[in-house]
Structure formats: structure tokens, C-alpha cells
């Protein structure tokens, strides 16, 4: 049976976001080879082996808790055990707490509604947000909105969109995720759009925002697009074919607009000579499984269409045009490495 396709695992929510920061990609690897072992009932007799590589290195202990911090959710809140070698015990409880999580999350969705699957990453305070939200989109979903003023908006993989129209302006608020908007002419209402860092005026235009860590990714397509930012009050007016990031207090100086970006609203992500590694981070956002990339190849230079839709078609594409091969020690923890014939010589 294939479990990573299969209709349960792809219900796996997005654990990586709010894992702890990752540990060395060998620790993570033989943490999750480990995890598989355990969760199947055919390692009881390696618990001292298991217990011995924990206690080995610091790293262990760190690459165990990221591998529970992506698995939880599913299986069971492990992460509850403040001694982990006790999570081995647990771990044969993974049935009835799996059944207790799946009921939770329904409750959720009954209150959320489907839009909100895979928001578990989200903290509480975010959670409430996102649920009150006029718009949002799930975990992998990318939704195109008409707004009541004609212009157009496409919220990307786990996002959430306020909308605020007055009769003398016109006002989104970005809550979580990314947007792409195009605007409808209003001479009579400008048209912003509000992030944590800071305010947008669209100048007759098409542009994207991405608010994540802290800070907002502008990228300008069409027009031109100011930026005010939150605290510091700065200001800069961002012209079609440039991008720029900005925080509460500052604004980065412009550099060109990547207009493949746009690609996302339609379900693509088209990369344009970009390393391994960033793919991988991309195409992370749109599933709920943990994807790494051997460090051997982290820098391999990727260029290709790849459907945001369905992530494991995805990979496959990835896997096929830089030469690698996919291993899935779990169903929710994909790890691409160099395929054997492009494997470097030890």
C-alpha cells in the first residue's frame, strides 16, 4: 500500500512550520528512520539501541523532537513525554490518540469550515484570525476571489484576506500567507492593502504581497505600488518589474521582479535556475509532509514547472529532471537525495 497517496496521510497536518529549528539533515534522517521503526511495533527489541543513540548526541535529542514536532498531529501529542526515552510507551498508544485528534480536528473544521484544513501551524491568537477571516485558503488550496469593486484577488496556500470597503477607500488586510491582486479603477477610493509591517497604496496596478517572518515581500507587476511602513513611517514607491521587502521599521532596496512568481495564482511554481533547496522550501508550503534535501545536493540548480496542486506529482517531476530519488522512511517525511548513478564516490 502506498501511504503517501492515500486519502488519510494527505489529510496530515503541516508539522514542519512549527517544528523546532532543524537539527543536521543526518541526525533528522536517522530520527525518522528510528520514528518508522518504533511506530510499526517491530522495534521493541532495539529500545536500548534506540535508547543508546538518543543519549549518543545532543543532536539526537534535538532530531527526535523535530521528527514528534512533524508526527504529532497525527499520531499522538508525543511531545507532552518530558523524558523521551518514555516515548516508546506512547508510541503503542498511537491508535486511540489518532481517533482522539481526528475528532478535534473535526470539531475545528465544523467551526472553520474546509477552508481552514491544514491551519494547525498557526498560533491561537493567528487561529481566531483566520477563522473570522472574510477569505482564506487550506494547506496546498489556491483561491481566486472577485471583490465587490470588480478588482481580483488570489489568496495562495494557507492564506487570510480581510475586506474593508468604505465609500471613500478601499482596504484589504492581509492576515496570514500571500495575495496576488489586481485592481479595478475607482478614481474616487484609493486602494490599500495592509500587512504587519506596513501599508500598500496601489497605483493602477497588479503586484503581490507575502507576509511571513516578520516581513512583507512586495513584488509589482503591473503600475506601481507605495509603500508606508508601520513604525517608522518610510516610504518608497515600488515600480512595475521590481520587488522589494520591507519590515515595520525599514524598506530593502528594490532588486528585479522575478515575473515567474506570478505562476502560483494559475497552480504552478516555475523556477528559473534556482537551487535545490529553495524548490524544496517552496513546495513545502503547499503539503503537510516534511521535505528535506540531502546536503549533498542542496545546491543542485533546478529549472522546470512543477504543480502546486498535487506536491508528490511534484516531486516526481523534480526527482526526474535533477536526477534524484525520492525516500519516504515515513508516509509524511519525503527526503531527496542524489539518485545512485549521481550518488558522490565516498
Given at each position: 500500500?502506498?501511504?503517501?497517496?492515500?486519502?488519510?496521510?494527505?489529510?496530515?497536518?503541516?508539522?514542519?512550520?512549527?517544528?523546532?529549528?532543524?537539527?543536521?539533515?543526518?541526525?533528522m534522517e536517522e530520527a525518522a528512520e528510528w520514528y518508522a521503526l518504533l511506530i510499526s511495533g517491530?522495534?521493541?527489541?532495539?529500545?536500548?539501541?534506540?535508547?543508546?543513540?538518543?543519549?549518543?548526541?545532543?543532536?539526537?535529542?534535538?532530531?527526535?523532537?523535530?521528527?514528534?514536532?512533524?508526527?504529532?498531529?497525527?499520531?499522538?501529542?508525543?511531545?507532552?513525554?518530558?523524558?523521551?526515552?518514555?516515548?516508546?510507551?506512547?508510541?503503542?498508544?498511537?491508535?486511540?490518540?489518532?481517533?482522539?485528534?481526528?475528532?478535534?480536528?473535526?470539531?475545528?473544521?465544523?467551526?472553520?469550515?474546509?477552508?481552514?484544513?491544514?491551519?494547525?501551524?498557526?498560533?491561537?491568537?493567528?487561529?481566531?484570525?483566520?477563522?473570522?477571516?472574510?477569505?482564506?485558503?487550506?494547506?496546498?488550496?489556491?483561491?481566486?476571489?472577485?471583490?465587490?469593486?470588480?478588482?481580483?484577488?488570489?489568496?495562495?496556500?494557507?492564506?487570510?484576506?480581510?475586506?474593508?470597503?468604505?465609500?471613500?477607500?478601499?482596504?484589504?488586510?492581509?492576515?496570514?500567507?500571500?495575495?496576488?491582486?489586481?485592481?479595478?479603477?475607482?478614481?474616487?477610493?484609493?486602494?490599500?492593502?495592509?500587512?504587519?509591517?506596513?501599508?500598500?497604496?496601489?497605483?493602477?496596478?497588479?503586484?503581490?504581497?507575502?507576509?511571513?517572518?516578520?516581513?512583507?515581500?512586495?513584488?509589482?507587476?503591473?503600475?506601481?505600488?507605495?509603500?508606508?511602513?508601520?513604525?517608522?513611517?518610510?516610504?518608497?514607491?515600488?515600480?512595475?518589474?521590481?520587488?522589494?521587502?520591507?519590515?515595520?521599521?525599514?524598506?530593502?532596496?528594490?532588486?528585479?521582479?522575478?515575473?515567474?512568481?506570478?505562476?502560483?495564482?494559475?497552480?504552478n511554481l516555475v523556477v528559473l535556475d534556482l537551487p535545490l533547496e529553495e524548490v524544496a522550501a517552496?513546495?513545502?508550503?503547499?503539503?503537510?509532509?516534511?521535505?528535506?534535501?540531502?546536503?549533498?545536493?542542496?545546491?543542485?540548480?533546478?529549472?522546470?514547472?512543477?504543480?502546486l496542486r498535487d506536491v508528490d506529482v511534484a516531486l516526481k517531476l523534480l526527482a526526474d529532471a535533477?536526477?534524484?530519488?525520492?525516500?519516504?522512511?515515513?508516509?509524511?517525511?519525503?527526503?531527496?537525495?542524489?539518485?545512485?548513478?549521481?550518488?558522490?564516490?565516498?
Amino acid at each position: 500500500m502506498n501511504m503517501s497517496c492515500s486519502p488519510f496521510f494527505r489529510r496530515l497536518p503541516p508539522g514542519l512550520r512549527d517544528a523546532p529549528e532543524q537539527p543536521p539533515h543526518a541526525a533528522m534522517e536517522e530520527a525518522a528512520e528510528w520514528y518508522a521503526l518504533l511506530i510499526s511495533g517491530e522495534g521493541d527489541g532495539d529500545r536500548a539501541q534506540w535508547e543508546a543513540w538518543l543519549a549518543a548526541n545532543p543532536d539526537h535529542r534535538q532530531a527526535w523532537r523535530y521528527v514528534e514536532a512533524v508526527s504529532q498531529r497525527v499520531l499522538a501529542p508525543l511531545q507532552d513525554t518530558a523524558d523521551p526515552r518514555l516515548t516508546a510507551e506512547n508510541l503503542h498508544a498511537a491508535n486511540v490518540r489518532t481517533l482522539r485528534r481526528r475528532r478535534v480536528l473535526a470539531a475545528l473544521a465544523l467551526l472553520a469550515g474546509a477552508g481552514l484544513a491544514g491551519w494547525q501551524h498557526v498560533s491561537p491568537g493567528g487561529l481566531i484570525m483566520a477563522m473570522t477571516a472574510d477569505y482564506r485558503s487550506g494547506t496546498g488550496e489556491i483561491r481566486e476571489i472577485g471583490l465587490s469593486d470588480g478588482s481580483r484577488a488570489w489568496l495562495n496556500t494557507a492564506s487570510a484576506l480581510n475586506e474593508d470597503y468604505q465609500a471613500k477607500q478601499r482596504r484589504l488586510q492581509l492576515v496570514e500567507g500571500e495575495i496576488l491582486i489586481s485592481t479595478a479603477a475607482d478614481a474616487a477610493r484609493p486602494f490599500f492593502v495592509d500587512t504587519a509591517q506596513g501599508r500598500l497604496r496601489a497605483l493602477g496596478t497588479r503586484f503581490s504581497v507575502r507576509q511571513e517572518n516578520g516581513q512583507s515581500l512586495l513584488a509589482v507587476y503591473h503600475g506601481a505600488v507605495e509603500i508606508r511602513t508601520a513604525h517608522s513611517g518610510e516610504t518608497l514607491v515600488l515600480a512595475a518589474g521590481r520587488q522589494t521587502r520591507f519590515t515595520a521599521e525599514n524598506i530593502q532596496p528594490p532588486a528585479p521582479a522575478d515575473p515567474a512568481r506570478e505562476a502560483w495564482s494559475q497552480g504552478n511554481l516555475v523556477v528559473l535556475d534556482l537551487p535545490l533547496e529553495e524548490v524544496a522550501a517552496e513546495l513545502r508550503r503547499y503539503t503537510f509532509q516534511h521535505i528535506g534535501v540531502a546536503p549533498e545536493i542542496a545546491q543542485r540548480r533546478v529549472f522546470g514547472a512543477f504543480p502546486l496542486r498535487d506536491v508528490d506529482v511534484a516531486l516526481k517531476l523534480l526527482a526526474d529532471a535533477v536526477h534524484l530519488q525520492i525516500r519516504r522512511p515515513l508516509p509524511w517525511w519525503t527526503t531527496l537525495e542524489a539518485a545512485p548513478e549521481h550518488a558522490s564516490p565516498r
